[in-house]
């Protein structure tokens, strides 16, 4: 039977030919297919996932998982070809599984060969991760899944590296003294190993808070497909049939995978989302990118790619579109209209007679704050009665969202109310990157209009020597707070009784703006010693923590009310929110997408005049600080971007309608003269509009109505209009905050720091 397969089996390797090559080419298919099927179905173990891919879109990344191994098993096979070729045997499998007294010692200089790589790749990884990761437990993870990652690398290169390692051994055996040594080495090696694998083992017990922040969703279908491949090899050595029923599998799913991707198209959701559903996809699809790219601008013209000029990196379906200049540089089928534009918001809103001049003001922030946690605005407990209550002494927004997913893409549009791509940073160290002081942050503006400026940190991520730009403007900075315990965990205690003894200090004779922020709901989680008990669960847990840092907020509020009466302005917020809906947020709660549930956070306003009652319409935390500046009476220019809601705390009205764009930046791109702007939206009072920019995706949601934005509607014919009308504005926010860093628009732009 084996004689008489196909000569184009042969040709591919999938004959089961003695030689290395083909060997090394059917591992690398086998294992991309399994990798491809158990990656689609494993999603399929949680009821909750949503559906991702259509037909045409499970087609096209077959055909790409399948070009990733073809590409994979050829250069293995190549480098395995080259030093097996000329061995009697002839395949990398001989011997694999016999008895060979010398196999730990072989393995032993096989993992000597490789350590040098092995080393070389862990530190400029790691380096390039502590660089990029604020958190230490963060950094910490993500360096553990770096080196996972190599160990795969590693495994991948083991057999070809450890033949290579045999005859090293069989040659320095013949040496009497070095004879003696390997002959006596596989005992100790088999105790050693047996040592290893039990302090790996408590190891990750002991941490697994944080080794449970790795990518599982990965590591495990990778994993199996690599178990399943192995079985599948030692299968097909003694069952031949089942290499020719294998190799037609591999010829269908080839011309199935070819036949989809031909026909895929890139405006459809499925040419979206195809290279991001699974690991072969999207290896495929960089793959592909490297030999069809021709003007390196990260997008084909075929393949599910929609670039309209091949030739011309000036123009992809990512670049910034510069409005009535002729030329369509997004690929969209239109330049772009100005007309579309929102108009600018006003922020001198006129203040009623006799408002109290230079009210004291008291900023409350916290850490990781859900809106939809709050019971006033529908959450399933009763955990933060004091801000309840706070909110009915004044306006509550109730569609409150942040400009950013994470600290350091929020704060700082707090603080300045400007877009990430429009605030100045020295790319200095790792992040969060220094502020450029020519920004104009809010306790600046406040204390050169003669206010005393203090700040209650609670986290060393804030402090002068972390984040000294964050508190630029403030007089006093107490960083006594974040010094509690290790890492300033579970502090809100300190920082209120921090900022009481600050406000029982505070002279008369200067205004007061006072800045506090707790921390304790942020992640990780961990239970309180004191507070309510849920259960175990993260999302329990977060709920103990918010409670507990809503009696703080409760006593410092009854201190703010017994030093100032009624004639303090209060604000409270939060910098983003956090999520618990699965699967999405499953494991990563915040920080790496622009979903509602995310950025939606609370802002309350309590102070002279101000109405008592909700605000429905949509608001950003970018509009704190001319709001806190329009109510104090400060009339010179500031280059605001967000809006004031006087109109909506003193007269209960809507001032303008809202267009809210938020923006996942990540400065440290710039660096490696990447764009930073990896995903913006634009929302509006009931649609929300998504672009990923990495993989030019498109989601569209109507986020009043679909809270957790599970329903995607651009590729909906009813909302076809909406769409392309919202699309047209993002690119018009898109070329007006992001069009400098592109060689073009309005925006500031940044450039790396010199060294």
């Not at 030019?696 to 909406?722: F, I, P, Q, V």
Request: proline letters at 6%; hydrophobic letters at 45%; aromatic letters at 8%.
């Amino acid at each position: 039977m084996g004689r008489a397969r196909p000569i184009v089996w042969r040709a591919l390797g999938l004959s089961a030919p003695r030689g290395p090559f083909g060997w090394a080419l059917r591992v690398s298919l086998r294992l991309s297919l399994l990798l491809w099927g158990v990656e689609l179905l494993w999603p399929l173990l949680s009821p909750e996932a949503p559906a991702t891919l259509g037909v045409l879109g499970v087609g096209a990344s077959l055909g790409l998982s399948l070009l990733a191994g073809l590409v994979a098993g050829s250069v293995l096979g190549l480098w395995a070809w080259a030093l097996l070729g000329s061995t009697p045997e002839g395949n990398p499998l001989s011997g694999l599984f016999g008895e060979d007294p010398q196999r730990p010692v072989v393995s032993l200089v096989a993992a000597l060969l490789l350590l040098p790589f092995f080393a070389l790749g862990a530190f400029v990884l790691s380096e390039a991760v502590i660089a990029a990761m604020a958190q230490p437990h963060f950094a910490a993870t993500t360096v553990v899944g770096v080196h996972l990652g190599l160990v795969l690398v590693a495994a991948v290169l083991w057999l070809p590296v450890r033949a290579l390692a045999a005859r090293l051994v069989a040659g320095l055996s013949r040496v009497p003294p070095l004879g003696w040594v390997l002959a006596r080495l596989p005992r100790t090696l088999s105790v050693l190993a047996g040592i290893a694998l039990l302090l790996t083992a408590l190891v990750l017990i002991r941490f697994w808070a944080i080794f449970q922040f790795l990518p599982w969703a990965v590591i495990l279908p990778l994993g199996a497909a690599a178990v399943l491949t192995l079985a599948l090899t030692w299968l097909a050595r003694r069952a031949r049939p089942l290499v020719v029923v294998e190799g037609g599998v591999f010829m269908l799913a080839l011309v199935a995978g070819v036949l989809a991707l031909s026909l895929l198209d890139g405006r459809s959701a499925d040419g979206r989302r195809v290279t991001r559903r699974t690991l072969g996809a999207q290896a495929g699809h960089k793959l592909a990118l490297a030999v069809l790219d021709f003007d390196r601008d990260g997008h084909m013209h075929v393949l599910g790619g929609r670039d309209c000029a091949p030739f011309d990196a000036a123009i992809s379906p990512v670049a910034v579109d510069i409005p009535d200049n002729g030329v369509d540089e997004d690929c969209d089928g239109a330049d772009l209209d100005p007309s579309r534009l929102a108009a600018s918001v006003r922020r001198d809103w006129p203040l009623p007679r006799g408002y109290p001049k230079n009210p004291p003001v008291v900023l409350i922030t916290v850490d990781a704050f859900a809106a939809n946690r709050m019971a006033v605005l529908g959450g399933r407990r009763d955990n933060t009665p004091h801000i309840d209550a706070l909110a009915r002494q004044g306006t509550l927004f109730t569609a409150c969202f942040s400009q950013g997913p994470s600290t350091r893409l929020s704060f700082p549009s707090i603080m300045t109310s400007r877009w990430d791509t429009q605030i100045g940073r020295r790319l200095e160290g790792r992040h969060p990157f220094p502020i450029e002081a020519r920004e104009q942050m809010l306790a600046e503006v406040l204390a050169q209009a003669g206010y005393q400026t203090a700040a209650i940190v609670s986290d060393r991520y804030f402090t002068r020597k972390r984040w000294s730009s964050i508190t630029d403007g403030f007089q006093r900075v107490v960083e006594s707070p974040a010094m509690v315990g290790k890492t300033g965990r579970h502090n809100s205690k300190q920082v209120t009784d921090t900022a009481l003894a600050a406000l029982a200090r505070h002279s008369a004779d200067e205004p007061l703006f006072l800045w506090a922020h707790y921390y304790d709901a942020h992640s990780p989680h961990r239970q309180p010693e004191q507070g309510p008990r849920y259960g175990t669960s993260r999302e329990d847990i977060y709920d103990a923590e918010l409670g507990l840092v809503d009696a703080e907020v409760g006593r410092l509020v009854r201190g703010i009310r017994k030093r100032f009466g009624t004639q303090v302005l209060i604000a409270l917020t939060a910098d983003h929110g956090i999520a618990f809906d699965a699967p999405r947020h499953r494991k990563f709660n915040y920080g790496y997408d622009l979903y509602s549930v995310v950025l939606h956070v609370p802002l309350i306003f309590v102070g002279p005049e101000i109405a008592r009652g909700t605000q429905d319409a949509a608001v950003s935390t970018m509009d704190v600080a001319p709001t806190i500046t329009n109510l104090l009476g400060i009339t010179r220019k500031l280059p605001f971007e967000g809006a004031s809601l006087v109109p909506e705390l003193l007269e209960g009205r809507a001032s303008r309608p809202q267009r809210l764009v938020h923006q996942f930046y990540i400065t440290e791109r710039l660096r490696k003269r990447e764009d930073p702007l990896e995903i913006m939206s634009l929302r509006t009072e009931r649609y929300h509009l998504i672009h990923d920019r990495r993989v030019d995706a498109y989601e569209l949601y109507d986020w009043r109505e679909d809270y957790l934005e599970r329903e995607d509607l651009s590729g909906s014919a009813g909302a076809a209009r909406t769409f392309d009308a919202l699309r047209q504005q993002l690119a018009l926010y898109t070329y007006r905050l992001h069009g400098r860093s592109q060689g073009h628009g309005q925006g500031p732009g940044q450039v790396p720091a010199k060294k």
